[in-house]
C-alpha cells in the first residue's frame, strides 16, 4: 500500500513544513494559531446567529400561542427554547475548549495506524479517523477533504490540540 504525500496532508490540513516543525516540538505554530482564531471566531458568529434565530422563533411561537389560545404553539415555543439552550452549550463549550487551546499553544502528539470510518445518518455523513493507540481507539471527527488525504492502514504521526481535539497536521510515520 503506497502512503499519502506528506503533500495531500498539507493541503488538506492546511499547515506548512514551519508549522509541522513546530509541531514536532509540541507547540502550536503562530500561522496556527491564528487559523485557529478565525475559525473559533466563525464558529462564535454562526453560534450567535443560530441562537438569535432559536429565540426569535420561539418567543414568536410562544406569544402565537398565548394569543391564540393553542398549546401545540406555545409547546413547539418551549421546544425550540430547549433547542437554543442545547445550541449554546455546544456553542461555549467549543469555545471555550479552543480558548484554553490557544492559550496553552501546545500540541498533542500521538502515533497509531490509520483505519478510516464512515458514519451515516439519513443523508449525512461523519468522516472519522480511528487511530489504534495501545490505550484504546482514538477518534477525531475530520472533515471529507482530510478523510481522503489519509490512506486506510498506514501508520501516521498526529498532531492535535488538548481540548478542542482539533487535528492540526500530520505525517507519515
Partial sequence: MTATPVSDLMAALQFTSDDLAANRAGKLSDRQRERLRRSGRS????????ALALSIGAALLIYLGQRNESP??????????????VVLAVGVGSGLRLRADLRAGQVVAVS??????VRVSGR??????????????????????VFNS???GVRYHLYRTLSARLLVAAEVA
Avoid at 43 to 50: D, E, N
Avoid at 74 to 84: D, E, M, P, S
Fill in 124 to 145: 449525512s455523513a461523519a468522516y472519522v479517523l480511528a487511530v489504534e493507540l495501545p490505550q484504546g481507539t482514538l477518534r477525531l471527527n475530520v472533515s471529507k477533504a
Fill in 72 to 85: 401545540i404553539l406555545r409547546l413547539v415555543g418551549v421546544a425550540l427554547t430547549v433547542i437554543n439552550a
Fill in 43 to 50: 464558529i462564535f458568529y454562526a453560534a450567535v446567529g443560530l
Fill in 150 to 152: 489519509f490512506q486506510d
Fill in 112 to 117: 497509531g495506524v490509520v483505519r478510516r470510518v
